[in-house]
């Protein structure tokens, strides 16, 4: 995984060498961005050495511009190449930036120019700290999902006592691999992902299917991978590419689908079926290529395998938890919460699919969780490894909870 660590110009920006060996300590790949502040504090050269990379400095190249067409669009690159944007010190001239989208130079473009998490460390002065422009300015960055990692309060630099010192790199540290999805709160855990469409074979050359990208689906086993899951992945196909897992298991039809998932259903400890299986089918598969014919044609169609009606009868204790998707173009919530009762779920991700930025063929959602005691959770847009997240976060708490329950 690839973080861009910004350095501003703070007299914290020393710490940042040592914060780049904690990140790679992670198994993360470390790039750094540095304003032309930080660089009278610390060299390029050092950052460099310590992270094998390239550090980015300036948006055309050279400190006197003239850079090539390479150089113009690196913010570019960097930006759709991380997982996730950390910049610490942060300090309260880039915050406003941020806040205010300014896109002056190479970090607060590529603050805008990147979809992944953003967090920030700030360090200043504590009457910077305190002022009510930088206080209004984080309050715009944490609406906006940019997670601040709070300072620390102390002796400072400029020789005044309170908050504004840089917090510890422990805790930013703990911050990113938050916002990566790193942690182990899943180990010992088997999870079985759906993914992706089925396809139903009209003829030997066509079939039925629908737009789903298979990438909610591979959010999910890529982020319970990270938090120490070992997962089992049933994809329909698709071209996107799949995450490393435990297991991987492509099949085509819902029937196939349906078979796979009842292979692993006894081994795993949770459920979730991201995947869009078809509701129905050909009753009649052709061999061969249907000839076109004059006139209108009439195809039989039949129910498919109704997977989560048939998980809900199989399940092999009550332990184990089944989450299922809910993709709908009206009524979302009752529908969801119809589907959430009728297949006895533990837990319903309820998605728009009519939405242009959610659902289908694109890198974010918006979904709404239903549970059983009638608890929604609305979360607003984000990338769709976010919303894996999210939604594991509630698994986590749930196999917390019964486990709790189950000592008692």
């Known amino acids: ?96 930036k941020m806040a205010h989208g300014v896109a002056d130079d190479f970090l607060t473009t590529l603050c805008l120019a990147t979809q992944a998490p953003a967090i920030v460390a700030p360090a200043m002065n504590v009457n910077m700290w305190e002022h009510a422009a930088t206080r209004e300015n984080l309050e715009t960055l944490r609406r906006r999902g940019v997670r601040v990692v709070n300072p620390d309060e102390g002796y400072l630099a400029c020789g ?86 435990h297991t991987l298991e492509r099949v085509r039809t819902a029937g196939e689908m349906a078979e796979a998932v009842f292979r692993h259903v006894d081994s795993a400890d949770v459920i979730i079926m991201a995947a869009a299986v078809a509701d129905f089918r050909p009753a009649n598969h052709h061999d061969g290529k249907i000839k076109k014919l004059a ?15 048939e998980l809900s009868r199989r399940r092999r204790r009550t332990g184990q938890m089944v989450v299922g998707f809910a993709a709908e173009t009206d009524n979302l919530i009752e529908n969801a919460a119809a589907k959430l009762r009728a297949k006895r779920l533990d837990m319903v991700v309820a998605n728009d699919v009519s939405r242009a930025d959610a659902g289908f063929d694109v890198d974010t959602n918006v979904v709404t969780l239903l549970f059983p005691d009638g608890r929604t959770i609305p979360l607003e847009k984000m990338r769709k490894f976010e919303v894996a997240n999210r939604v594991l976060d509630q698994v986590a708490e749930l196999r917390r909870l019964a486990a709790s329950a189950a000592q008692q």
């Open 1 to 96: 995984m690839r973080v861009a660590l910004g350095v501003s110009g703070g007299i914290a920006a020393y710490k940042a060498a040592e914060l780049v060996r904690l990140l790679q300590d992670k198994g993360l790949d470390v790039q750094v961005v540095m304003t032309r502040s930080a660089r009278e504090f610390v060299t390029p050269l050092t950052f460099a050495t310590l992270s094998g990379h390239k550090v980015s400095t300036e948006m055309f190249g050279g400190e006197a511009g003239g850079g090539n067409i390479e150089s113009a669009v690196e913010h570019i690159a960097v930006a759709q190449s991380i997982d996730a944007l950390v910049i610490a010190p942060a300090t309260a001239n880039v915050l406003a």
């Open 160 to 245: 005044m006592t309170g908050a504004g010192r840089l917090a510890s790199l422990e805790s930013i540290v703990q911050a990113v691999c938050k916002a990566l999805g790193l942690r182990e709160d899943l180990s010992g855990e088997t999870i079985l992902v759906t993914a992706g469409p089925t396809q139903e074979p009209i003829d030997s050359v066509r079939y039925l299917s629908n737009r789903s990208s298979g990438k909610m689906g591979y959010a999910f086993a890529e982020a319970a991978r990270r938090r120490g899951a070992r997962v089992v992945l049933i994809s329909g196909p698709t071209s996107a590419e799949p995450p490393s897992v």
């Open 295 to 309: 006139g209108p044609q009439i195809m039989n169609l039949e129910p498919a395998v109704d997977i989560l009606a």
